[in-house]
């Protein structure tokens, strides 16, 4: 069986950390998972998987990272149609903008989003935080 790849970007740990968590969690459901900083893969790399997560903090102005994130999740919207993705990530001072149109750019090719939503912490992920991270790790691993 496969690792389910949670492929993320993070500046200063805390989308990372949320990467560790849902990793924790789909090991907990049963199933392999490993969490990629997404400098260590390519697009063609998610090809053949059906059920993978992205994350990413907000930047810029209410947009994802784009000198590694952007490029990536670019190049992803023209093979997605039918995968479950699972989006995730950490913000500051915003509404979650950015996660509201990431989802949509994400359904919009064709993605399955989980839960319909993305999966946000407010900075540093708290104890809930982590517990909610482990929690939608734990329904990837029943995809
Ligand atoms: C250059 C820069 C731009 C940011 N832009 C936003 C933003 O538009 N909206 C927001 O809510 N937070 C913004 N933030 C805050 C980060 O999203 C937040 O600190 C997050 O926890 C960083 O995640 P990381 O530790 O995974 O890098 C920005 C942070 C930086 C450094």
Redo the contacts with the bound molecule.
């Keep these: 069986m496969s690792k389910i790849k949670v492929v993320f970007?993070?500046?200063?740990?805390?989308?990372?950390a949320m990467a560790k968590a849902i990793v924790e969690g789909v090991v907990a459901g049963g199933k392999d998972a490993e969490a990629i900083f997404v400098s260590d893969i390519t697009p063609g790399d998610l090809k053949d998987d059906n059920v993978f997560a992205l994350g990413c903090?907000?930047?810029?102005?209410?947009?994802l990272e784009e000198m590694e994130m952007e490029p990536f999740v670019e190049a992803l919207e023209s093979m997605v149609n039918g995968k479950t993705i699972l989006l995730f990530?950490?913000?500051?001072?915003?509404?979650?903008?950015?996660m509201r149109d990431w989802v949509d750019r994400m359904s919009a090719a064709g993605a399955k989003v989980m839960n319909g939503e993305g999966l946000m912490c407010h900075?540093?992920p708290d104890d809930a935080g982590i517990e909610e991270c482990i929690n939608w790790g734990k329904q990837m691993a029943t995809l």
């Design positions: 970007w993070s500046q200063s740990g805390n989308t990372e903090p907000a930047m810029g102005a209410e947009v990530g950490s913000y500051g001072w915003g509404d979650g903008e950015w900075e540093v």
